[in-house]
């Protein structure tokens, strides 16, 4: 069982907060739950758009069609009718003038008389959300208690008051829209409540599990959240979050907390991290650990602040002056984000260098059902010195120590014995600035020296699916999502598809990169980018090609139907033709800015 709710409104108007209150609905009674929020960047005028996806299996990917409509506005109905499926609902505030829209025949029309309802019962205009998930409830006569429970939650703090109202309204919106019939009986599945949470969230979950005491940042969609989230729980946590004047305070801090012996992170979008990667520097050669959240946005510069993309791959691995190692991980679905939020710290500390985790809008900010995460978190320090011996005189702690992997020990500040510099220049072993280019050369051979123990923690590249598939789906960060439904469109349709997803894309493995695509039929890249970024360094690091490379860079994520409809084109063609596949969004994202239809 599927089905898809769209709710369309202008911003402001709590399309958000409605979306994301009836994806809860569903979560608590054993659904699995994708909540996928598109919004322009303005606060007032823009079109906002939420859709929510439910299934009594597992759900990955948005789609470009929907069972049931909320329409809110005009904008909504002009822009969202042609998507709603054959015998789905329209569900309208009965103000709108729906004549103009030539609404199809074989759609259900139910005007929501919302405003009568709210003046009927005393509410606010606020509590229109609740009539339409009253509405929406309606429709496939899901038990109306379950939301009464979801309002409890969401508005207790506010007072009885405010939940019975909200819930009286609730009650005559899903009354009334009854009388008009049902789309379809759909029942709770079980009483095992599923989590609904966001990439971000789980990302800062993972850290605190993880042992992070420090976080600071500076606000920057779509990575905000996660300060946001952490600012919330900061006492809860027992821990420090600073929001700080920039992105260059905000990584100079981490870098210097981390220095104090704490496990320190930031979290910014494509932006605010060119302005840290002078301070990314400094960590590195400093040796200190430092974890940073990257979450993509449409660049280069401001871009479009809201919409998605997979663009900063090639900045991420080559941000800031010289040559260093860092990992960069890639988590595809919210356990990955707390997985690997999680071992970032662990590899951070472990080999002394910066990790970032690289997320996306998509997955930063939708929200995805989960039955839990697996909370047995190993916490790897590595080389931390303890228990010095006392110093000959003239001797120095050797905190830059050549190593035969590398790593050197690190003493924190306070330790006997440990005293010593540890600074922005090129060093010698007890940290003291040096030109001497034996010197130069020893600590930077030294460096990279760790890439031999790295390789062997980082996640390798995993294989979904029949490892003999006719096709392969090679994908990184978000794109598992809906590669994963695209893999299962695709075998319900005689099309054998396997999916390999990398949630580390540096550095690489070339001997087990090979092997998967030694064993590979015929492979496809799907990238939300312009250039197939992860393709090159597939090509540079690894030296393998995907057969075709499939690029979206709309400022949306590939839908699973987008990625179905390429392979099978393909197919069609005996996987031959051009090996660039750019793919382009039916619907103009302009539509956004209702102010150029006069909506």
């Given at each position: 069982m599927e089905l898809t709710f769209r709710i369309g409104a202008e911003a402001g108007a709590g399309v958000m907060v409605t979306g994301r209150m009836l994806g809860r609905c569903f979560t608590r009674s054993g659904y699995s739950v994708l909540a996928y929020p598109e919004y322009p960047s303005l606060?007032?005028?823009?079109?906002?758009?939420?859709?929510?996806?439910?299934?009594?299996?597992?759900?990955y990917s948005p789609s470009t069609r929907c069972d049931v409509l909320l329409a809110l506005n005009r904008a909504a109905l002009f822009y969202h009718r042609n998507a709603v499926n054959p015998n789905g609902v329209i569900i309208y505030d009965e103000k709108i003038d729906v004549s103009e829209f030539k609404l199809r025949n074989d759609i259900k029309k139910i005007p929501l008389p919302i405003d009568k309802i709210l003046s009927d019962a005393g509410a606010?205009?606020?509590?229109?959300?609740?009539?339409?998930?009253?509405?929406?409830?309606?429709?496939?006569?899901?038990?109306?208690?379950?939301?009464?429970?979801?309002?409890?939650?969401?508005?207790?703090?506010?007072?009885?008051?405010?939940?019975?109202?909200?819930?009286?309204?609730?009650?005559?919106?899903?009354?009334?829209?009854?009388?008009?019939?049902?789309?379809?009986?759909?029942?709770?599945?079980?009483?095992?409540?599923?989590?609904?949470?966001?990439?971000?969230?789980?990302?800062?979950?993972?850290?605190?599990?993880?042992?992070?005491?420090?976080f600071a940042a500076y606000p920057m969609t779509p990575a905000s959240s996660i300060l946001h989230y952490l600012c919330a729980k900061e006492r809860d946590f027992n821990i420090i979050v600073k929001q700080t004047e920039d992105e260059i305070a905000a990584m100079n801090y981490v870098v210097g907390a981390s220095?104090?012996?704490?496990?320190?992170?930031?979290?910014?979008?494509?932006?605010?991290?060119?302005?840290?990667?002078?301070?990314?520097?400094?960590?590195?050669?400093?040796?200190?650990?430092?974890?940073?959240f990257l979450a993509q946005r449409v660049g280069p510069s401001t871009g479009m602040p809201t919409w998605t993309e997979q663009g900063d791959l090639r900045f991420a691995i080559h941000s800031s002056q010289g040559e260093f190692l860092r990992v960069v991980l890639t988590p595809g679905d919210v356990n990955e984000c707390f997985s690997l939020s999680a071992e970032a710290f662990n590899l951070a500390e472990k080999y002394q260098i910066p990790v970032l985790v690289l997320s996306d809008k998509f997955l930063s900010e939708s929200l995805f059902s989960t039955d839990g995460f697996n909370d047995n978190i190993k916490i790897e320090r590595g080389k931390i010195a303890r228990d010095l011996p006392l110093l000959q005189p003239n001797a120095r702690f050797k905190r830059y120590e050549i190593t035969s992997d590398g790593v050197s020990p690190r003493a924190l500040p306070g330790t006997p014995n440990g005293m010593h510099v540890s600074s922005s220049y090129e060093h010698n072993e007890t940290g003291f600035s040096t030109e001497l280019f034996s010197e130069r050369k020893a600590q930077v051979d030294k460096r990279a020296r760790k890439i031999n123990g790295l390789i062997k923690d980082v996640p390798s590249p995993k294989v979904y699916g029949d490892k003999k598939a006719e096709v392969s789906l090679i994908t990184w960060g978000s794109m598992k999502l809906p590669a994963m439904e695209g893999v299962h469109i695709l075998n319900k349709e005689?099309?054998?598809a396997n999916m390999i997803h990398f949630s580390?894309?540096?550095?690489?493995?070339?001997?087990?990169?090979?092997?998967?695509?030694?064993?590979?039929?015929?492979?496809?890249?799907?990238?939300?980018?312009?250039?197939?970024?992860?393709?090159?360094m597939l090509k540079e690091y690894c030296d393998?090609?995907?057969?075709?490379?499939?690029?979206?860079?709309?400022?949306?994520?590939?839908?699973?139907?987008?990625?179905?409809?390429?392979?099978?084109?393909?197919?069609?063609?005996?996987f031959k033709g051009e090996k660039i596949i750019r793919v382009l969004d039916k619907e103009d994202l302009e539509y956004y800015n209702t102010q150029r239809y006069g909506l």
């Open positions: 606060i007032r005028g823009g079109h906002n758009v939420f859709q929510i996806r439910i299934s009594d299996d597992g759900v606010s205009p606020q509590m229109a959300n609740s009539v339409q998930i009253g509405a929406a409830l309606a429709v496939i006569d899901y038990p109306f208690d379950i939301f009464e429970g979801v309002l409890h939650d969401e508005f207790g703090r506010k007072g009885k008051e405010i939940v019975e109202k909200n819930a009286l309204v609730g009650k005559i919106g899903y009354d009334f829209v009854k009388k008009h019939g049902i789309l379809r009986e759909i029942k709770p599945l079980s009483k095992k409540r599923k989590a609904l949470i966001t990439g971000n969230e789980a990302l800062a979950l993972g850290a605190v599990k993880s042992g992070m005491k420090f220095f104090a012996g704490v496990r320190a992170a930031t979290a910014t979008s494509g932006g605010g991290f060119a302005l840290m990667t002078e301070a990314v520097g400094l960590a590195a050669e400093s040796e200190t650990p430092v974890v940073i005689g099309i054998n580390c894309v540096f550095p690489l493995d070339g001997k087990t990169v090979c092997s998967l695509f030694k064993n590979a039929k015929h492979t496809i890249i799907f990238e939300n980018n312009s250039t197939g970024q992860f393709a090159g393998c090609e995907p057969d075709f490379i499939a690029l979206k860079y709309t400022g949306r994520p590939f839908y699973a139907e987008e990625i179905a409809e390429e392979v099978k084109q393909l197919k069609k063609k005996g």
